[in-house]
């Protein structure tokens, strides 16, 4: 017994950890299982296995449509808020000014706030100035609060820069402007990156404002809910598996170059 006791408890951090990648990855084997199956209209029964969904990921209705519409929306959501987030990021992580603290407050509202809230919100908002639901007021929505993911990660980035290495280019006769280019962006362009990845990553995946806000236009997610109630079809499975296997392959392109950058 005390043996056992023993190996529990030093492999008690490990079971944790099995079990919870398990459970956080049993929603994406049973997606990536059941986009091979060789469903008609409903794909809620496993019926036989089939390359054809992956030979023709655009067989079921809109799905493609769908899809196209998601990325373009995080497309555009990702540039303006990672623009916008990383100005901002610079303003309250290196200048003082009045008022620094309020924004840095306000920056965490649309974080803090609960999506069903936002969207009703942004929606009253667009009606009030007799602007219908559609692409634009989506993606209006998605960079208010993509924005603020994006200043958060940013200017955490900043906070870990070392001074001396800007004091450093300077005394060296570069100028801010040169400093800026050649010594900081660079050291902060990893968090921008990653900053980027998140806010498409949750400009993409976003249901419930977008819901609120997209009027009769259909994105991936919409399509998802609309057609969970019948069936998944299969094709949407593989679109969220083929997403799954490249942010995957990003992720670990990201820690390999990080890696190589280190040791040499």
């Not at 706030?113 to 639901?133: K, R």
């Not at 955490?156 to 820069?161: G, K, M, Q, T």
């Not at 050649?182 to 990845?197: M, N, S, W, Y």
């Not at 949750?202 to 609120?212: A, K, P, Q």
């Amino acid at each position: 017994m005390k043996t056992i006791s023993r190996w529990f408890g030093r492999n008690l951090i490990r079971i944790y950890a099995v079990i919870a990648f398990t459970y956080l990855f049993i929603p994406v084997a049973y997606t990536f299982v059941f986009s091979f199956n060789d469903s008609a209209k409903s794909n809620l029964i496993w019926k036989g296995f089939t390359f054809a969904n992956w030979q023709n990921p655009c067989g079921a209705p809109q799905v493609c449509n769908a899809l196209g519409n998601s990325i373009k929306i995080g497309f555009l959501a990702t540039l303006f808020s990672t623009i916008l987030g990383t100005m901002i990021a610079f303003a309250i992580g290196r200048h003082k000014f009045k008022g620094r603290s309020t924004t840095n407050l306000l920056i965490f509202l649309p974080m803090a706030t609960p999506e069903i809230v936002l969207g009703a919100s942004l929606l009253s908002l667009f009606l009030v100035f007799q602007i219908n639901p559609g692409f634009w007021p989506t993606v209006i929505a998605h960079v208010l609060f993509c924005m603020s993911f994006v200043v958060v990660t940013v200017k955490a980035r900043i906070a870990s820069l070392d001074p001396r290495l800007e004091q450093a280019a300077m005394d060296l006769y570069a100028n801010e402007r040169e400093t800026f280019r050649r010594v900081t962006l660079p050291l902060v362009a990893p968090g921008i990156a990653a900053a980027a990845l998140l806010a498409f990553s949750l400009s993409f995946d976003d249901f419930i404002i977008t819901n609120f806000n997209s009027g009769t236009m259909t994105t991936f997610p919409k399509f998802i809910y609309v057609s969970a109630a019948r069936g998944i079809p299969a094709q949407a499975n593989v679109i969220g598996s083929a997403m799954f296997i490249l942010a995957l392959t990003i992720v670990i392109l990201g820690q390999f170059v990080g890696r190589k950058r280190k040791v040499s």
